[in-house]
């Protein structure tokens, strides 16, 4: 029985990892220290798989806690979802940032390296591109970072190149998200944002519930077919099938290497609140404001590399994205706080 380390797996994504793990018939041990997310997540998603799991309230930056669970349970890989992700917040505490994401990896990786366990699927995302020049994206582009966020995710991928340079029996993954958006279909499990969302759909889905009066648009003057921001919205549950496919490809393959996972279209903020009212029957009034700081125009993933080497493509269209998002929100007015 293959045994998988699920750190951050009370989050958002995570919780879907475990659940798409568990129906496909492996062990799982989660790590969270429940910074961003609760322990009612971990009761949901042993409900939706009806399997029991280990799990530890661990914090990565407290090693011992760490090497205690490693004594505990034979790990084959891991599954590294752990981090702390608000863009604004990471220019407001960048030290935090840092602290919580980087040494927490790097706590991850000395205890994984006593173990001798060299398996590792790593949380990346699009941001490490920057302001692209052109799209789609390809994972040979540039690489560069507008935030301490982004920063962090860029230096870890080269901390873990780095391991796999001066240890070539390493094989990890670094998967680059575009925009995972949606939630798992039963309506359980699915993003649980604390205070103001910072990002779209969870913003669209409380102005649809009547948390939120309005969705403010951050501006309308992009190179755009209707000015607004173009994003690679993807369903959470195709992105976390990528993982398992990234897992299995690193039975096979040494090395360090980085995929998109995007669906390859790009879609604005009016497509997606047009399709989530068509979707919901609900009405998301909007109204256009100033560009957000930092925002980039236009971003969308070529996930040809993933699909060649993977065999992982996904699914899941915009109305799927809007309609499992709504299940869940309606569900689930307060979040897990219900
Ligand atoms: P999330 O906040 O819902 O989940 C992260 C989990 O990690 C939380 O449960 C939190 O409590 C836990 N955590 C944070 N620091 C920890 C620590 N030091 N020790 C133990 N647990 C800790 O976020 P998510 O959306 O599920 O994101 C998961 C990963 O994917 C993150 O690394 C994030 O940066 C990355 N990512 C997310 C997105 C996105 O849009 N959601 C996009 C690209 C990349
Ligand atoms: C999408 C579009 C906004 C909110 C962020 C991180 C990125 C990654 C994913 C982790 C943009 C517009 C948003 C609102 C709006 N996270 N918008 N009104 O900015 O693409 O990416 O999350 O790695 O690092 O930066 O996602 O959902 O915030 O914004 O008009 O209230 O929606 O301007 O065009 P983004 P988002």
């Given at each position: ?43 949901r998603i ?135 958006i ?28 009547g ?22 919205f ?29 669906t ?25 404001v ?34 499992d ?14």
């Open positions: 029985m293959t045994t998988i380390l699920v750190t951050g797996g009370a989050g958002y994504i995570g919780s879907h990892a475990a659940v798409e793990l568990l129906e496909s018939g492996y062990e799982i041990v989660v790590i969270d220290n429940l910074s961003n997310s609760s322990m009612e997540s971990i009761k042993k409900e939706i798989a009806g399997k029991n799991f280990p799990f530890y309230e661990c914090d990565l930056l407290d090693v011992e806690c760490v090497e205690n669970v490693f004594n505990t349970h034979k790990i084959d890989s891991v599954m590294h979802f752990a981090g702390l992700k608000a863009v604004g917040e990471s220019v407001t505490i960048p030290l935090k940032y840092y602290q919580n994401n980087i040494t927490g990896t790097i706590n991850l990786c000395e205890v994984m390296i006593k173990h001798n366990i060299k398996k590792l699927v790593f949380s990346s995302s699009a941001t490490v591109y920057g302001n692209p020049d052109k799209v789609p994206v390809e994972e040979s582009f540039s690489l560069s970072a507008t935030n301490p966020y982004g920063r962090t995710k860029l230096m870890i991928e080269y901390i873990l190149q780095d391991l796999y340079f001066a240890d070539s029996s390493w094989r990890i993954a670094l998967l680059r998200y575009f925009n995972p949606g939630a798992h279909e039963s309506g359980k499990i699915g993003e649980n944002p604390n205070g103001i969302p910072n990002n779209l759909m969870p913003y669209i889905s409380q102005v649809a519930i948390k939120m009066e309005k969705l403010f648009v951050f501006g309308n003057d992009y190179e755009t077919h209707d000015g607004t921001g173009v994003r690679d993807i369903h959470v549950v195709d992105l976390v099938k990528g993982h398992l496919k990234a897992l299995e490809y690193l039975e096979n393959h040494e090395g360090v290497e980085a995929f998109n996972l995007g390859g279209k790009g879609y604005s903020v009016l497509d997606l609140v047009k399709t989530f009212e068509d979707v919901t029957s609900k009405r998301i009034p909007y109204k256009i100033e560009r957000r700081k930092g925002d980039i125009g236009v971003c969308y993933a070529n996930p040809q590399k993933a699909e060649k080497k993977l065999g992982w493509r996904a699914e899941k269209d915009l109305n799927d994205m809007c309609k998002t709504w299940n869940w929100q309606l569900n689930n007015p307060n979040g897990y706080r219900n």
